[in-house]
């Protein structure tokens, strides 16, 4: 930890406990966003975009709040969903009339709703990479006269060596393959093939410079080299087998660490992000952009076990993905606190060591970071939003709404 940090850390502590101050009847976890973080993200976010304009990944937010607080600002259009219900629901209540759903869907109930509905059906484009996909849309409509849109996701991942790298998601990797799922589109009543995706997670999603770890950084920045140029060309010839089939719309691609990359490819028409709104720990260590963390949670201290020791309530949330170190929550702040080995985060309690927790109290609170971005918030009701020392709002969570989209 540097000294910068350590400040700030300090900094970001005494903020939060004034900003909660006198707020004991706050249930735990006590669920925080610092929108003056938020917003300079935003506009970060924005910048690497160079022109193109930036699609919000919802996954990683699952606050309508901060989904409509970054559509309102210049450079932000339509939403990228993970789950169809999730996408007729930010329909339904006017957050966006333009929304993506980023994997295919084979819930036949939403897909019923969709397809008996002309605006959803108008305000949404549901994601393909194989035909079953519209045949589960065509079973459960008696009419295809309500036109469903449709986007197909190319494959990203580097090929080298008969190695795959990347996120294990489209079968579609050829110019050739996507054309003939195109072409079965196009000649189908009913569809409308309107878009392109194709996300390179293994750049995007990936930090490339971690602290102790100097050769397999190295390493990872040169397979990005080798990804962004690889997937560069198959984007461009994909478009080029497309342009007599279909009229596309619009080329997604990137994520919260790629945006300037991702933005120099001509193919690609904008740019998904999310996680670079809330900057979660793992997005800590990258050479292309600084984060500035801007969602916490607090848990309270229930118990001193000996004075080295401080046990906070619950805060267990271990985020998906690969199992590892790098999937446990942060003790952020105040700075110098650590999980123990032998019993990490806790579903009940979760013990601290560091020489913070001999200073602190029964009663107090102590900030998280989450490792990934959007997970944190389906384990509370409602988000505190902070300017400075101040709650300035309290807005719900999707779980808040009553609401789960899994």
Same mark, same amino acid.
């Given at each position: 930890?540097?000294?910068?940090?350590?400040?700030?850390?300090?900094?970001?502590?005494?903020?939060?406990?004034?900003?909660?101050?006198?707020?004991?009847?706050?249930?735990?976890?006590?669920?925080?966003?610092?929108?003056?973080?938020?917003?300079?993200?935003?506009?970060?976010?924005?910048?690497?975009?160079?022109?193109?304009?930036?699609?919000?990944?919802?996954?990683?937010?699952?606050?309508?709040?901060?989904?409509?607080?970054?559509?309102?600002?210049?450079?932000?259009?339509?939403?990228?969903?993970?789950?169809?219900?999730?996408?007729?629901?930010?329909?339904?209540?006017?957050?966006?009339?333009?929304?993506?759903?980023?994997?295919?869907?084979?819930?036949?109930?939403?897909?019923?709703?969709?397809?008996?509905?002309?605006?959803?059906?108008?305000?949404?484009?549901?994601?393909?990479?194989?035909?079953?996909?519209?045949?589960?849309?065509?079973?459960?409509?008696?009419?295809?006269?309500?036109?469903?849109?449709?986007?197909?996701?190319?494959?990203?991942?580097?090929?080298?060596?008969?190695?795959?790298?990347?996120?294990?998601?489209?079968?579609?990797?050829?110019?050739?393959?996507?054309?003939?799922?195109?072409?079965?589109?196009?000649?189908?009543?009913?569809?409308?093939?309107?878009?392109?995706?194709?996300?390179?997670?293994?750049?995007?999603?990936?930090? !490339?410079?971690?602290?102790?770890?100097?050769?397999?950084?190295?390493?990872?920045?040169?397979?990005?080299?080798?990804?962004?140029?690889?997937?560069?060309?198959?984007?461009?010839?994909?478009? !080029?087998?497309?342009?007599?089939?279909?009229?596309?719309?619009?080329?997604?691609?990137?994520?919260?660490?790629?945006?300037?990359?991702?933005?120099?490819?001509?193919?690609?028409?904008?740019?998904?992000?999310?996680?670079?709104?809330?900057?979660?720990?793992?997005? !800590?260590?990258?050479?292309?952009?600084?984060?500035?963390?801007?969602?916490?949670?607090?848990?309270?201290?229930?118990?001193?076990?000996?004075?080295?020791?401080?046990?906070?309530?619950?805060?267990?949330?271990?985020?998906?993905?690969?199992?590892?170190?790098?999937?446990?929550?942060?003790?952020?702040?105040?700075?110098?606190?650590?999980?123990?080995?032998?019993?990490?985060?806790?579903?009940?309690?979760?013990?601290?060591?560091?020489?913070?927790?001999?200073?602190?109290?029964?009663?107090?609170?102590?900030?998280?970071?989450?490792?990934?971005?959007?997970?944190?918030?389906?384990?509370?009701?409602?988000?505190?939003?902070?300017?400075?020392?101040?709650?300035?709002?309290?807005?719900?969570?999707?779980?808040?709404?009553?609401?789960?989209?899994?």
């Amino acid at each position: 930890m540097t000294g910068h940090d350590f400040v700030d850390r300090n900094r970001l502590w005494a903020r939060l406990r004034a900003a909660v101050e006198g707020r004991d009847f706050l249930p735990s976890p006590v669920l925080v966003v610092d929108v003056d973080a938020f917003d300079a993200n935003a506009d970060d976010l924005v910048r690497r975009a160079s022109g193109k304009p930036v699609r919000v990944a919802s996954k990683s937010l699952r606050v309508p709040a901060l989904v409509s607080r970054a559509l309102a600002r210049d450079g932000f259009s339509g939403v990228l969903a993970y789950t169809l219900r999730e996408a007729i629901w930010l329909h339904e209540h006017g957050i966006s009339d333009d929304v993506v759903v980023a994997y295919p869907t084979v819930d036949r109930g939403a897909l019923r709703e969709l397809v008996m509905s002309p605006s959803e059906a108008a305000g949404i484009t549901l994601m393909i990479d194989d035909v079953a996909h519209l045949d589960v849309v065509d079973s459960v409509r008696a009419s295809r006269a309500v036109p469903v849109r449709v986007a197909i996701d190319v494959d990203a991942g580097l090929r080298m060596g008969g190695q795959h790298v990347g996120p294990k998601r489209s079968p579609l990797y050829d110019a050739r393959e996507v054309r003939a799922l195109a072409e079965t589109v196009a000649a189908r009543p009913g569809f409308e093939l309107v878009g392109l995706m194709s996300y390179e997670g293994q750049v995007a999603g990936v930090p !490339d410079e971690v602290p102790g770890q100097r050769t397999k950084s190295l390493l990872v920045r040169r397979l990005k080299q080798a990804s962004l140029a690889q997937v560069e060309a198959r984007r461009r010839e994909v478009i !080029d087998a497309l342009r007599d089939v279909a009229k596309i719309e619009f080329f997604n691609g990137g994520g919260s660490g790629s945006v300037a990359e991702t933005a120099a490819d001509p193919s690609v028409t904008e740019i998904a992000a999310g996680s670079g709104l809330l900057c979660p720990a793992l997005f !800590d260590h990258y050479t292309s952009f600084s984060p500035r963390p801007a969602a916490f949670y607090g848990l309270r201290v229930t118990r001193r076990p000996s004075p080295a020791l401080a046990n906070v309530h619950g805060g267990g949330f271990v985020a998906s993905g690969a199992a590892g170190p790098d999937r446990l929550p942060t003790p952020w702040a105040p700075p110098g606190l650590h999980l123990t080995s032998l019993e990490g985060a806790g579903e009940v309690q979760t013990p601290l060591t560091g020489h913070p927790a001999a200073m602190l109290a029964v009663g107090d609170l102590v900030w998280f970071r989450h490792a990934k971005s959007g997970e944190l918030f389906e384990h509370g009701n409602e988000v505190h939003l902070v300017s400075g020392e101040e709650i300035v709002d309290t807005v719900p969570t999707y779980r808040g709404e009553g609401l789960a989209f899994g």
